[in-house]
């Protein structure tokens, strides 16, 4: 949990604005959230309520704030906290707003194609997921993503993942090497694979199946060979 101490306060008394001391806590979380994340220029927009409105009693000691829940920047709970044999405890709704340069789509583009730099722009966004921003187009060039983009639509990193770039049924050639010598042969794949995978493919000269790992679009290469 997330601990604010907060300045001193005169014996038995409590801050006349107790919802400040909370929006600044959640503003302190969420800025080292996304810190850790990388987000460009965030900008926080927050309201603290107290979940039963009602004055606090007095306390004795500086009072700290600590976070209860923040799995969701929309609603999160905090808890103001007197300590002390004496103390108490209050919980507060905390709403917040988070926006942030991110990557989003500079035009239309399908699912499953790899993305290159002129399909991607920087624009601010607010976000739902901090988690699942993605910030940098260096994350998301050479990447595919599960769905089609439209213009303007912030990626999320759970979209993304290496393209596919043998299909089951594609013609592929199967290369092996050894030593200096090269022999190819002409092959059918079994099974959609991305680059490094192992996948099944036949040869379509022997009818042998082997295990071949994909080293480019239509390119693969026997297992056995370890890796070019």
Excluded: Y
């Amino acid at each position: 949990m997330l601990a604010i101490g907060l300045p001193l306060v005169a014996l038995a008394t409590v801050p006349a604005r107790v919802e400040d001391l909370v929006e600044q806590a959640a503003r302190d979380w969420l800025a080292g959230q996304a810190d850790a994340r990388g987000l460009a220029e965030p900008v926080f927009e927050v309201k603290a309520v107290a979940r039963l409105p009602q004055p606090l009693p007095p306390c004795a000691e500086a009072l700290t704030v600590d976070a209860l829940e923040t799995r969701s920047a929309a609603r999160m709970r905090f808890a103001v906290v007197c300590p002390g044999t004496d103390g108490w405890q209050r919980e507060w709704t905390v709403r917040a707003a988070v926006s942030a340069l991110v990557v989003v789509a500079a035009r239309d583009v399908p699912a499953n194609r790899a993305l290159q730099a002129e399909d991607l722009a920087i624009e601010r966004r607010q976000l739902t997921d901090l988690a699942g921003a993605v910030t940098l187009p260096e994350d998301a060039i050479a990447q595919s993503s599960n769905r089609t983009l439209r213009t303007g639509q912030a990626l999320h990193a759970r979209w993304l993942s290496a393209p596919v770039l043998v299909k089951r049924g594609d013609s592929v050639t199967i290369r092996a090497r050894n030593g200096g010598v090269e022999v190819s042969a002409a092959g059918e794949a079994l099974e959609n694979g991305r680059a490094r995978q192992v996948v099944r493919v036949r040869n379509t000269t022997t009818g042998k199946v082997i295990r071949a790992r994909v080293l480019e679009e239509g390119l693969v290469e026997p297992e056995s060979m370890g890796g070019s």
